[in-house]
């Protein structure tokens, strides 16, 4: 459905996307995550023709991107949302359904369907007066007023409330399930991580990780485990409800703690794993800390079991849906040898 | 990315949304305020240019049908016949008697009687001028009697040099130029040709300005009061009202383009099925189609005729296309002001002005409200007077909006580059191969003739404190920038935006590829002034001794500014493709090339 190859987009001395490769296939929803100045945008835009690359080239459902006739099967949702605010939201999709040659009564049960499922009210309502979110909402709907087989969609969740943010995500995960083929970027990795099949990881240009998120968990990432035991031991550390707590990265290391525990007249109470999140990922092979520029999930501020400090292993804050995917560490029994609840190492 | 592509329905379609668009953001109470002015202006502007005709009869004489005084009456729009009894002098209903020939003057309290008598006696004294003058038209013997103080004025050409302007210096010029078109015509003061009009000095005059006033037209005869200077100045006004519209309707096109660009709002419009040329078309089409309703409106209020319409089209297109490439470059509304006073003044004068000399100089028809203003006038002009009277305007307009369109574009239209830069981006957009360069060096040679003007004029006006042996250097030193910039930014801006692979090889092509399409540019507008305006003297200075000379030095004239061009436009070329500082320091080397040759060609042609 998309194919990008050795896409490189210069602005006068600055590489803003060097060697891109990659594909998307039909009904796939596919991620392009990094921060900011990683080139995803660029990309996107590339791929909606609205930037022409320097090198390379970039074809959507087998025409090239730049064709003006490939934008009949593209919807494209920019960052931001730049409307034409003295219309109404109504008259603003009827206008860019009817540049789509998109037939009057088809254009109004689409622009309706859309508005619905993003619920959004007020649609006799200038655009001026509405809120962000509510710009977001038809901003949206044009990109769907064509029925396109493959959206683009950059940011799309920026600087919405959590509730917008959650309707704007799922309404994407919808929007892949009925078999479209979506890119989505965003700086929030447990978006991506949310609703991508695939990804890559962008960085000063670069596409610098691939593959399904489970993928590039497996090749770039280290699940950790935490051994809880009744007594100290060496590189351990304590726990706020008296245990002590020791993180190793591999099963041959937890059964050397187990012996340890034993030899120390102890025993292992716990043991969890945590896996590592899209962006402790792309915060390792990035090899820097953008403060600031990759938000992590809702499960920023999340705290362990231990109610010691942790990133990634719960979420206080989140609602339940959000606290279920921002866990990545198994809830266990309090058996010993439990790990990864399996029962046994 | 594909080429662009033109289709009038999805053009019509944004043009559509455009005008809901536009009108949705004006209010009711400025369309009334609009609508007011509309109707004010459709009052008070024929009036204003007429006269409002207050004083129509204003002073009523009591004369009657037999008596001398009569035509007097008649012929004068301010004074109004009535009975000549005493009965209506008493009861007011004339305010001045004549009775048996003579003019009663009334006592000194009747002071609505004095005016009247004031007025009638002003009448008498233009009458008798008037039947005096025709005498001396119809040379009877009594014209003597009539003036006997004959003056005559005699214009002798000035033999100061100011250089020739309008070519390259290509040895089309004589030299001897300048400004002895001063005289502002050939009216020789002897009263034989009463008409306006006449041609620039001589034929060695490429630019000659002609003088305000002096005998070239007008009354020619008479009492001084009564000799009128040669402005045609009620048709000239007429014609200014169909300016006045464009200068408000770009403010509204600037704005509609700005908004485009500010916040990233044109962004969805430029991901649609819609090509850049399409945008651009649709959102323009409503004001060139308002400016022709309003130019049309204007001429059923003035008289003018289709003629008027055709001819102020190109001008309106002008305006719209100059504001559309200021607008495209602006980086805020802020700068967009200054645009829109920039394009407003300087195009309102370099059409204003001309159109003043309509009756003295054919110069006057690089404005094509010189043409409206002879269709005013009902004196018309031919085809070929037409195009080159418009052609230019149109060609300018096409060339504002093709490189305006240039940078429609994301990856320039939202950019905060400055000005000079989105220029070379601009120019970038437009040249991709040699091809291209040579196309482009010749479009550009309107605006170059356009430059060289304002630098003769400027020169004209500053000749007098400089010194004469300064003059001709410096405007040629003045051609020979323009020129060089003209045949090397569009190389630069295409080496910059790595259209052009940099090195030696190419830089050459290009270079060779500018100056050949500059060159035959220059001479394709010279076969448009010849065919255009034969008499003119710009038209004969651009290609004058090749009639007379030798079939080899013809030869030589022809090729040697070839030659000129395609070398300095190589020199240029090959900085550009170096760098811009390299470029930089490149073309003041052409330039001097240029300058040297057009020195030494003057020198040949012009003093040998």
């Known amino acids: 459905m998309i194919e990008v190859a050795d896409l490189r987009k210069e602005y006068e001395g600055f590489v803003a996307v060097e060697g891109s490769t990659f594909s998307v296939s039909p009904g796939e929803v596919f991620g392009i995550v990094g921060p900011n100045g990683a080139g995803k945008t660029t990309t996107l835009k590339m791929l909606a023709g609205l930037v022409e690359p320097t090198d390379g080239t970039a074809s959507v459902t087998g025409r090239d991107a730049g064709d003006v006739e490939t934008r009949r099967d593209l919807g494209f949702v920019p960052e931001e949302s730049p409307l034409y605010e003295e219309m109404t939201a109504d008259g603003y999709l009827r206008f860019f359904a009817d540049l789509y040659d998109v037939p009057r009564s088809v254009a109004d049960e689409r622009v309706a369907s859309a508005l619905d499922r993003l619920g959004l009210e007020h649609r006799g309502r200038r655009i001026g007066d509405m809120s962000k979110g509510m710009k977001r909402k038809v901003a949206i709907a044009r990109a769907l007023v064509n029925d396109p087989d493959v959206l683009i969609f950059d940011e799309p969740a920026s600087g919405l409330d959590p509730l917008t943010t959650n309707r704007v995500v799922e309404f994407t995960r919808e929007l892949g399930a009925e078999g479209r083929t979506v890119v989505f970027s965003a700086h929030n990795l447990y978006h991506v991580e949310s609703v991508c099949d695939r990804v890559v990881v962008m960085d000063r240009g670069e596409i610098i990780a691939r593959g399904s998120v489970e993928e590039v968990r497996a090749e770039h990432g280290t699940t950790e485990y935490h051994v809880y035991t009744t007594v100290e031991l060496p590189e351990g550390e304590a726990t706020a409800n008296g245990r002590h707590r020791r993180t190793v990265t591999s099963m041959t290391a937890v059964e050397s703690v187990r012996e340890a525990a034993r030899a120390a007249g102890g025993e292992v109470v716990d043991i969890r794993t945590h896996e590592p999140s899209l962006e402790e990922i792309f915060l390792e092979i990035a090899g820097e800390t953008p403060t600031g520029t990759v938000q992590s999930g809702p499960d920023r501020d999340g705290a362990g079991p231990d109610g010691g400090p942790s990133r990634h292993d719960g979420d206080a804050t989140a609602g339940p849906e959000e606290a279920a995917r921002g866990d990545r560490e198994a809830e266990t029994p309090s058996e010993p040898s439990a790990v990864d609840g399996t029962g046994e190492p | ?608």
């Open chain 2, 1 to 608: 990315m594909t080429g662009p592509r033109f289709r009038p329905r999805k053009v019509l379609r944004i043009a559509r949304w455009e005008v809901s668009r536009t009108a949705g953001t004006v209010d009711r109470r400025t369309l009334v305020v609009t609508a007011a002015l509309v109707v004010v202006a459709a009052l008070v502007g024929p009036a204003a240019v007429g006269g409002v005709a207050l004083d129509d009869g204003i002073h009523r004489v009591g004369v009657s049908e037999d008596s001398p005084y009569r035509p007097v009456v008649e012929q004068h729009a301010e004074l109004a016949a009535g009975p000549p009894t005493r009965s209506a002098y008493e009861s007011g209903r004339v305010d001045v008697l004549v009775v048996d020939g003579e003019v009663v003057r009334p006592p000194r309290s009747d002071r609505t009687g004095r005016a009247a008598y004031d007025a009638l006696r002003s009448a008498v004294e233009a009458f008798n001028d008037d039947l005096l003058g025709r005498a001396v038209d119809e040379g009877r013997a009594d014209a003597e009697a009539a003036f006997p103080v004959d003056v005559r004025l005699r214009y002798e050409r000035r033999t100061r040099a100011v250089g020739s302007v309008g070519s390259d210096g290509d040895g089309s010029g004589d030299g001897d130029t300048g400004t002895d078109g001063g005289s502002g015509g050939n009216g020789d003061g002897d009263g034989n040709d009463g008409d306006a009009g006449g041609s620039v000095g001589g034929g060695g005059a490429p630019l000659g300005v002609p003088a305000l006033g002096g005998p070239g037209g007008g009354s020619t005869q008479g009492s001084p009061s009564s000799i009128t200077p040669p402005f045609p100045f009620a048709s000239l006004v007429l014609a200014f009202l169909f300016v006045v519209p464009m200068n408000f309707v770009i403010q509204s096109y600037g704005s509609t383009i700005m908004e485009e660009r500010i916040d990233r709002r044109g962004e969805l419009l430029l991901v649609s099925p819609v090509s850049p040329a399409e945008i651009v078309a649709g959102k323009t089409l409503p004001y060139p189609l308002a400016l022709l309703s309003v130019s049309v409106a204007v001429a059923a209020l003035v008289g003018g005729g289709p003629l008027s319409v055709a001819a102020v089209l190109p001008v309106a297109l002008v305006f719209l296309a100059a504001t559309f490439v200021g607008a495209m470059f602006a980086r805020s509304f802020k700068e967009l002001t200054f645009v829109t006073v920039a394009v407003s003044v300087s195009l309102t004068a370099y059409v204003f002005v001309p159109a003043i000399f309509t009756e003295i100089s054919p110069i006057a028809l690089i404005s094509p409200l010189t043409v409206v203003v002879r269709d005013l006038q009902g004196t018309g002009v031919s085809a070929g007077e037409f195009a080159f009277s418009t052609g230019p305007f149109l060609l300018t307009a096409l060339v504002l909006f093709a490189l305006g369109a240039g940078v429609y574009r994301e990856e320039d239209m939202f950019t905060q580059r400055p000005v000079h830069l989105k220029a070379l981006d601009a120019l970038a957009a437009r040249v991709r191969s040699a091809r291209g360069v040579a196309l482009w060096s010749a479009l550009f040679v309107p605006f170059v003739f356009v430059a060289e003007l304002l630098v003769v004029a400027l020169l004209f006006a500053v000749s007098a404190s400089v010194s004469e042996a300064l003059v001709l250097p410096l405007l040629v030193a003045a051609v020979a920038t323009v020129e060089e910039v003209a045949k090397s930014a569009h190389v630069l801006a295409g080496f910059e935006a790595a259209r052009f692979r940099r090195g030696l090889r190419t830089a050459v092509v290009v270079g060779v590829a500018s100056g050949l399409g500059f060159f035959l540019g220059e001479k394709l507008t010279v076969v448009v002034q010849l065919v255009g305006l034969p008499d003119l003297a710009v038209g004969r200075a651009v290609a004058p001794e090749a009639a007379s000379a030798t079939p080899l030095v013809t030869l030589g004239l022809l090729l040697a500014p070839l030659a000129l061009h395609t070398v300095t436009a190589t020199i240029a070329a090959v900085g550009a493709s170096r760098s811009r500082t390299a470029y930089l320091a490149t073309l003041p080397v052409a330039v001097l090339v240029h300058w040297t040759y057009n020195l030494a060609v003057l020198g040949v042609v012009g003093g040998g």
